[in-house]
Every structure is written in C-alpha cells, then in structure tokens.
C-alpha cells in the first residue's frame, strides 16, 4: 500500500473516537483512540536521554503534548523504583501511555523473564511494549502469557487469613492448653478451632487507577475498572525507519497475520505505513522517522542544536536522514499519505532550545494532517 491507496480501507476514513467504539477494538487500544481524540493529539516523543532526572523532566514538559512517551529503559543509567513510581504519577497526571522500546526477540520462556522481572521490571509500568517476530509466533504467546498473569496485580486484593487455637485452655492428657478428645484413640491429640477471615484490600495509592474523563463524557471505567488502563498490549515491529532494513515482504505479512490471531493484545504495529486489509482490521500505526524542517529558513535560526555538518544537511533538507541509517519523513506524508496514526518524533523535539514550543509544532501537523485525512480539511482556529 503506497501512497493514498491506504485510505482505502475504512478505519482510515472514520476519526480515532469511531473507531474505539468498533467491536474489533480491544480496551487498550479504545482508551488510546479516545485518549488521542480528546487530547487532539496523535504524536509521541521518543526519550532518548541518559538519566532519570532527564527523564522525569521530558515526560513533565511534554506530557500534556503527548499521547504516548516511548522509553529506552536500559540506557537509564541510574534506573531505579523511583524512576518507575515517578514515571507512573506523570503519566497518569498528564495522561499518556508508557511504550517501552524493548524490541523483545528472543524465545519465549526469556522474554518472559526480561518482561516481568530483572531490574527493569517492563510490565510493572509499561502500557505497550513492542516484538519482533523472527523467533516465532511463540513469542507473541509468551508476551501475552505474561501479561495475563501481571494485570490482576493492578486490581484490589482478596486476603485470606486462617488461624487456629485451643478450644479449652484447661489443660489435661496432653498438658496445659491441650484438650483432650476422650473415648477415643485420638486421645491426647489437640483440638483447635479454626477461624478463616477473607477480605478485600483496596488498591495501593500507587497503584490506584485514576479516573481519565473524555470529551464526548465517558471515561476508561468501562474499559477496566478504573481511570488509568491496567491492561498491557503488544506492538509487532512490522517495518523499519532504517535505510537497508530486512524488514520488508514476507516478514510484514507474518506480522500482519499474527496480529490478527491475537487482536485482543496486539494492539498495532511499528511501521512506515497502515497495514490494514482486511474489514475486521482496526490496528493502531506507529510511525518512527518523522521530522521537520526549522520554521526558520536560516541555519542559525533553527529550533535544532545542530552539532555537525551531517545534521546541518538534514534540517536544510538536503538529505532524508541522519547519516547513520535513519530514514526521516515529514508528518503529513506520514500520516495522510501513508495512513499511519501516531508519529513518533525524538532528535526533532529533543534537541530543540524550546522542546514543549517544538512538541505543539509536531502535534499540530500531525493532527492536522490526521484532519485533512478525514476530509475535514485544516481548521480555522489554532488547535
């Protein structure tokens, strides 16, 4: 599908709120459609930084921008508990979802240790996370076993305590504060009482969803018991950004096919276009690779800190990359003509002097674009 071919297909003719409501659409990917529509955004940053201080300081100055922030957690160097408890309160305060770029690629009984456990811990505050499928359709398995067993965690508690005692404290046969059971051979023994208490706990203050209310008046609590999503989903890395990639062909048509046998947790994919086909089709597009030029037509005037003369050729536009292998493409080509739904932005953002004035610049092409897709064409009102 190249082009405006891709709006062939009718998810790319209905607007994000429609499409949460098809029947298709699992929970997580419907609170992210009504998250975008509300928050008139469909962009997410890539952070690419060193350091949890950095990292808390991109998700609090762009997180009212953002629908998504995407995390590189094993190049934190001081990645910590604190880091995901502080993650976790600015996401659910600025509402976006947490996509941790693991590119899981391994068999299946390892991905599940490196989702759920080591020092990262990916599925204690990862929304989305991505795969790639070249070790078999077991690894989408794998991750989907594994998330079923992390999310009851996000849910109240049911404790249950059983406690026994003495019946009779007056001793006998067997001592001081043992009954004895007479006229049987079981004399001596001890007979206790058992008592058995089962309660409910509330969720931990962490861990507690907040209510996330939507434009059109309803809210995530229909999806999952609570405001911030507690389910987990899984992006299949279908295509690549990078120049001379691998995958491409038959690789993207397994991907598609997997994603279909497992539509309950494969919420889309990474890719450079929309890969719906078929009419049940509604997967979510994240688009990587996607930059702007400078506003200002002089180097010097750039929102980019520019730091080579490699980089200095990508902002003028002389070259579509960045000299080591990345592919960058603008957001309206993207978005309207390639039919993907949220872009993904790093370096364009990042190395700005104003990040937050240069993330409303990315949000408002792409939802602009997103507009002119619908056939809405560019409003008259800034966005």
């Known amino acids: 599908m190249a082009g405006n071919a891709s709006q062939a297909h009718h998810a790319l003719q209905r607007s994000f709120l429609a499409r949460a409501t098809l029947p298709s659409t699992a929970p997580l990917a419907a609170f992210l459609f009504r998250l975008m529509d509300s928050k008139r955004s469909n962009l997410c940053v890539s952070a690419d930084v060193r350091t949890t201080a950095e990292l808390l300081a991109l998700a609090d100055e762009l997180g009212s921008s953002i629908v998504v922030l995407k995390t590189h957690a094993d190049t934190i160097d001081d990645f910590s508990e604190a880091t995901i408890q502080n993650l976790k309160d600015i996401a659910r305060r600025e509402k976006f979802l947490l996509f941790e770029d693991r590119k899981f690629g391994d068999i299946?009984?390892?991905?599940?240790?490196?989702?759920?456990?080591?020092?990262?811990?990916?599925?204690?505050?990862?929304?989305?996370?991505?795969?790639?499928?070249?070790?078999?359709?077991?690894?989408?398995?794998?991750?989907?076993?594994?998330?079923?067993?992390?999310?009851?965690?996000?849910?109240p508690a049911t404790t249950t305590h059983i406690a026994a005692e003495p019946d009779d404290a007056s001793g006998g046969r067997g001592g001081p504060g043992k009954p004895r059971i007479p006229g049987s051979e079981a004399d001596g023994k001890i007979l206790s009482v058992v008592t058995v208490e089962t309660r409910s706990e509330p969720m931990p203050p962490d861990r507690r969803p907040l209510p996330i209310g939507f434009k059109d008046g309803s809210d995530h609590r229909s999806h999952s018991g609570g405001g911030y999503p507690t389910q987990r989903a899984l992006l299949?890395?279908?295509?690549?950004?990078?120049?001379?990639?691998?995958?491409?062909?038959?690789?993207?048509?397994?991907?598609?096919?997997?994603?279909?046998?497992?539509?309950?947790?494969?919420?889309?994919?990474?890719?450079?276009?929309?890969?719906?086909?078929?009419?049940?089709?509604?997967?979510?597009?994240?688009?990587?690779?996607?930059?702007?030029?400078p506003e200002s037509a002089s180097a010097s005037d750039s929102a980019l800190t520019l730091d080579s003369e490699e980089q200095q050729k990508v902002q003028r536009g002389d070259v579509d990359g960045d000299g080591l292998g990345q592919q960058y493409n603008p957001p309206r080509r993207v978005v309207l003509e390639r039919g993907s739904d949220i872009i993904i932005v790093g370096r364009g953002i990042l190395h700005a002097k104003d990040r937050k004035v240069e993330a409303e610049r990315y949000r408002r092409e792409a939802w602009l674009a997103y507009q002119d897709r619908l056939g809405k064409g560019r409003p008259s009102t800034a966005m």
């Open 236 to 293: 299949l890395l279908a295509e690549m950004s990078s120049k001379g990639n691998l995958l491409t062909g038959a690789y993207t048509e397994q991907c598609m096919a997997l994603a279909r046998e497992h539509r309950d947790f494969v919420l889309g994919f990474i890719a450079q276009r929309s890969l719906n086909e078929d009419v049940d089709d509604n997967f979510i597009t994240l688009t990587p690779g996607v930059s702007l030029p």
């Open 108 to 155: 299946g009984s390892t991905v599940q240790r490196q989702y759920t456990a080591g020092p990262l811990r990916i599925a204690q505050w990862a929304s989305l996370v991505n795969a790639h499928v070249f070790p078999g359709p077991d690894i989408v398995r794998a991750l989907q076993s594994a998330a079923a067993e992390i999310e009851p965690r996000f849910s």
